[in-house]
């Protein structure tokens, strides 16, 4: 068994919470436990607070050149310890380890992004009613951000808000998830390096909800920002009523893909392949539910079948691995159930549909013959399944596509110009690859609508979040 380390929060510059009792962090490969975190609370929700309020003045009054210099650090330290934070991630969470060294360069692509545009927190002059009044708008970070995060990106969700709010002069304090707290303090470590000062940036791990609470419970936290499940989501809409804090939420999706009938077949195969296996499936914006015109619908679910057949399923630390275990066995009963439910309504499976006989592995599945009374075609699944539905036109991919609560991300595949541009713009969806399959980036704005979530982050809108407007009148007399 390998050697298991303690290790620890940090708040206010310190490595703290060796004297709480600890949460293990288990290999879902193999099922061992690979480290520990200190169980923190309310009480250590509370001091983070504290440690981000007091720093709060000093940080928000440097330079917005200084700010970036801190990041580009930042940066550059991740892109240097790229092996360790893959490998970190991959241990804890079973990313395989290309898809972690990859997770590690988009992660930090944040703090690159966001470096820059610290630069360009502009403010406006607006014209004037009155000739003895000039009225003018400058923007101000709007406090101490506590950023709550999920297990399926360990770094690149830290990063995502990290960025933007340090950028803009917010101090943060992160709670990682409790099944990946390993990586974020990694990241900890790195921020160090980077000589953040002391406060700016700090750790608190433990019971999500006793240190939500805390900082739920102090007005000085002005944002909160979460990415993870919708129920979650309006729990932390509710809890926020209190102090009015502003609020930013990535939360559940239920991509639909279409395939309409003047398709690429092969470009939409490369399409679905890179979005629904990436993380084992275990993707908010990974395709969902699969509506396939019927002129293309044969040639796609044999091609679509050929490439799954050659994903290798297995140990996440192997480089040549496509597909690791789930994160734990709530997450591969979730995936059981559904193929279970699918199979009973009549789906047709082509290739997979079981889960491994030992450990957390669900096998690549494709599914054909789905239909909305499917469990799967109405929820996210979280796991490596491909449902194909049969569309008889474009106009029932669409109502089909847009009949959930959901709005993350969707995706089309047509070589048609005017009809891709028709069919996107009746999709509710806040992300809409076209012909592409992987459509995140750091500097596109990346949310959703409805239930999906409140505000964006990445790109300038990602600034947005962490700053507000004063608006300033100024008499002239
Ligand atoms: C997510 O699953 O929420 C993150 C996916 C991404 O950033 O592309």
């Not at 009480?43 to 970036?68: C, I, M, P, Q």
Request: aromatic share 8%; hydrophobic share 40%; net charge negative.
């Amino acid at each position: 068994m390998a050697d298991v380390k303690n290790y620890l929060m940090h708040i206010n510059g310190e490595w703290v919470g060796d004297e709480l009792e600890t949460k293990d962090v288990t290999n879902p490969a193999t099922g061992e436990v690979i480290g520990t975190v200190p169980n923190g609370g309310e009480s250590e929700g509370a001091k983070a607070v504290e440690a981000a309020h007091n720093a709060f003045d000093s940080w928000s009054n440097l330079t917005a050149y200084e700010r970036s210099g801190y990041l580009k650090k930042l940066n550059n330290l991740m892109l240097e310890h790229e092996d360790e934070l893959a490998r970190m991630m991959t241990l804890e969470m079973g990313k395989p380890m290309k898809e972690s060294r990859g997770e590690v360069k988009y992660a930090a692509s944040f703090l690159e992004w966001f470096a820059e545009e610290a630069k360009r927190v502009y403010g406006e002059t607006i014209p004037t009613h009155a000739a003895d009044k000039r009225l003018r708008v400058w923007k101000k970070p709007v406090g101490v951000a506590a950023a709550i995060t999920p297990w399926n990106f360990p770094a690149a969700m830290l990063t995502r808000k990290m960025g933007p709010a340090l950028a803009a002069g917010c101090t943060f304090i992160m709670k990682p998830s409790g099944e990946s707290p390993l990586t974020a303090v990694k990241l900890m470590e790195l921020c160090e390096e980077a000589g953040i000062p002391k406060g700016v940036v700090n750790l608190v791990t433990g019971s999500s909800s006793k240190i939500t609470k805390a900082f739920m419970g102090d007005e000085r936290v002005r944002k909160i920002t979460f990415t993870g499940s919708t129920e979650v989501g309006k729990t932390l809409i509710k809890q926020s009523a209190d102090y009015v804090k502003n609020v930013s939420l990535e939360l559940g999706g239920h991509a639909p893909l279409l395939v309409l009938d003047d398709a690429d077949v092969d470009i939409a195969v490369k399409g679905l392949m890179a979005s629904k296996f990436r993380n084992a499936g275990q993707t908010c914006i990974c395709a969902n539910r699969i509506y396939v015109q019927d002129g293309i619908y044969d040639q796609f679910v044999e091609k679509i079948t050929e490439a799954v057949k050659g994903l290798k399923v297995g140990n996440p630390e192997e480089d040549s691995t496509d597909i690791g275990p789930l994160i734990n066995q709530d997450g591969l009963d979730k995936v059981k159930h559904h193929v279970k439910d699918a199979v009973e309504k009549g789906a047709e499976v082509h290739f997979g549909g079981e889960s491994e006989n030992n450990g957390l592995y669900f096998e690549p599945t494709v599914l054909s013959n789905a239909n909305p009374s499917m469990v799967m075609m109405q929820e996210e699944t979280f796991g490596p399944v491909i449902p194909i539905q049969k569309v008889g036109s474009e106009e029932e991919a669409i109502k089909l596509a847009n009949d959930t609560p959901f709005g993350l991300a969707a995706y089309v595949f047509t070589e048609n110009a005017a009809r891709g541009t028709r069919v996107i713009e009746q999709l509710d969806y806040g992300i809409v690859g076209w012909n592409n399959g992987a459509p995140s980036a750091a500097q596109a704005p990346f949310g959703g609508m409805k239930e999906s979530g409140l505000g964006r982050e990445g790109g300038h809108e990602g600034m947005d979040a962490f700053v507000e407007s004063q608006y300033v009148s100024m008499g002239m007399e």
